[in-house]
């Protein structure tokens, strides 16, 4: 039974009421954005496990390698933010468990525990670790944190030998910088091609072209059966009966969803906390939104889990609304990017399952969009340096029924989603007008 179950005192007792976000990311921190911009006068509890405040992830694969970064940029808001909005952030101060009868929260930093009324989960990912690699080596990296970031931006020396165990786009963006900072890099997947659970063939063959280009030796195919150390020290990587001389590796085979609390706390989970459109969890009051959740696309007609800055940013509003009892639904066309070289890959939709595929632009100029149908209709597009092709395609698919995230509140800070009225949903001031994509 929600504790809010009498809708004539809702605004009361809403005021009274301390929710709690589990995770200080990019999903925990847009919600307790979200919770303050929509009014919510009651407490928020922000707990997150990192030393951290919320931080955006895509910069660490990409400018925090770079020289001469400034980390500063990569923090979502300045730390008076959540001062002056009475958000109570405390870093450093995991979960450990969930007490739903008792509306507690167990936690590692203190002994007392934080009461809750509403919850959300937002969690995020945790990398997933091959078989063969069982304790942390100085030498053997991972990526998820600013963190782990700062570790192996220290060993991207000139000269340096650095294997990449896994063709994904974390992977590749890594390589990039590597090889832009003068250590000789290898990249090794498993699968025929790169990127080949998230893109089509011609985007995996463009990608290796390029980083061959730039002087990354790239085998796919590559089974990697383990690390080879000798007194301590990482000396390479088994594949097949050969050791590839590496003196760093980065394991980048990608990232499951952190769902123990939840799995824990006895909420149903099937890889990801599973929720309905208004990410609720299997108790009314506990939501969860980001890279932890399983959720409904009606657009794609199927439960999806997706690792992105928009499904994270999207959810957590959607989220914070349905917290404060507004009636929202989450129905995005999924969006990414992806930046190596100077080349900016921007993807919206979905590539599963096309039938036909058109490409616009000029491929040689590495100007170019490749866009997917299924019978007939548009379903994604991966666009590199072509932003108008992408956000058009983006928009035609939008136009398709999806439902504004937060229509009474001031906009997100991240990039903004085009959005347009269902037939489910009121219809907004100034419908942006369908963009139209035709097959030739
Ligand atoms: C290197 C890298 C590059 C990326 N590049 C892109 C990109 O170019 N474009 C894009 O769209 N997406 C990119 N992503 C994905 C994107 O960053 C994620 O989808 C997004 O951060 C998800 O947000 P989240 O809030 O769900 O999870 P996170 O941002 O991971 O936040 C979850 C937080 O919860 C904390 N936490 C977990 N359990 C507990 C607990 N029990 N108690 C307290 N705190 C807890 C974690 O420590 C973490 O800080 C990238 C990700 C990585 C790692």
Known sequence: MSTFAHPADEATRLASACFVIVGAGQAGGQAASTLRE?????????????????????????????????????????????????????????????????????????????????????????????????????????????????????????????????????????????????????????????????????????????????????????????????????????????????????????????????????????????????????DPDIFAAGDCTRHPNALFGRRLRLESVQNAVDQATVAAMAMLGKATRYVRVPWFWSQQYGLKLQSAGLSEGCDEAIERGDHAAKRFARLYFRAGQLIGVDAINLPGEYLAARKAMAARGELPTAPAAPAAPAAPVASVASGAAPAPANPPAPATIAKP
């Open 38 to 282: 929509q009014g919510f006068r009651g407490r928020i509890v922000l707990l997150g496990g990192e030393e951290h405040r919320p931080y955006m992830r895509p910069p660490l694969s990409k400018q925090v390698l770079a020289d001469g970064h400034e980390l500063d940029r990569v923090y979502l808001r300045p730390l008076t933010y959540y001062a002056d909005r009475s958000i109570e952030l405390r870093t450093g101060c995991r979960v450990v468990s969930i007490d739903r009868p008792a509306r507690l929260l167990r936690l590692a930093c203190r002994s007392s525990p934080q009461p809750y009324d509403r919850l959300l989960l937002a969690t995020g990912a945790r990398p997933r670790l091959p078989t063969f690699f069982d304790a942390p080596h100085p030498q053997v990296h991972v990526l998820r944190t600013l963190d782990d970031a700062l570790r192996l931006r220290e060993q991207l020396r000139p000269g340096a030998r650095l294997v990449v165990v896994g063709g994904g786009y974390v992977g590749l963006e890594v390589a990039a910088a590597a090889a832009q900072r003068g250590l000789a890099v290898t990249v090794l997947e498993r699968a025929p091609r790169l990127l080949e659970r998230v893109t089509t063939p011609e985007i995996s063959a463009f990608f290796e072209t390029e980083h061959r280009a730039h002087g990354v030796e790239v085998r796919c195919g590559a089974q990697v059966q383990g690390l080879s150390f000798a007194d301590g020290r990482l000396q390479g990587v088994w594949v097949g009966s050969d050791v590839l001389p590496a003196d760093l590796v980065l394991l980048g085979i990608g990232a499951l969803p952190d769902d123990a609390l939840a799995r824990e706390a006895r909420l149903e989970c099937d890889d990801g906390i599973v929720v309905d459109e208004a990410c609720r969890t299997s």
